[in-house]
């Protein structure tokens, strides 16, 4: 699986990945109607810096890495990560996460932090747990999940 910088010319196999997680509403607290001018606008914002996953020519998911704050905070990155949903259970997030981690790294960042991950997310909090992220704070009924009503939201965070 090859990670690599996305580009403009990815934006539609990127809008068939998000769309569907949007319109989910289950795991990002994005609008459920978000456009996909809007949708592509927010994963290639500045500051973040956009790669996709790709295999065979075919792309299986897609993350943006960043700063989680700025000025005393920017040491810190923060990711979002998408896989599509033909992709599930390939280990692509997995894939992503580890490159993420790599290049946050060679970019100086000290440690990484999830700001809302979503308690009902099992394979997400599995998956984080697994590459060393510890659940660091819990955020009450933050969330309003489309099946589950309010949820907790986890703040997770590892040192790099």
Request: aromatic share 10%; net charge positive; proline share 3%.
């Amino acid at each position: 699986m090859l990670m690599r910088s996305a580009t403009r010319q990815d934006d539609e196999a990127i809008w068939q990945i998000l769309e569907p997680m949007l319109r989910a509403g289950e795991s990002y607290t994005l609008p459920r109607e978000m456009s996909r001018e809007d949708a592509l606008a927010y994963w290639f914002a500045p500051g973040h810096e956009t790669f996709v996953a790709e295999e065979g020519g075919l792309i299986l998911g897609t993350y943006f890495l960043r700063a989680n704050q700025r000025g005393g905070g920017v040491h810190v990155a923060n990711c979002g990560y998408v896989t599509a949903q033909h992709a599930m259970g390939r280990g692509v997030a997995r894939a992503m996460c580890l490159h993420s981690l790599d290049v946050a790294r060679q970019r100086g960042f000290r440690a990484m932090q999830f700001n809302f991950v979503v308690s009902t997310n099992e394979r997400a909090v599995r998956l984080w747990q697994a590459l060393g992220f510890a659940t660091v704070g819990r955020l009450p009924g933050a969330f309003l999940h489309p099946a589950h009503g309010y949820v907790d939201a986890l703040v997770m965070y590892r040192a790099l």
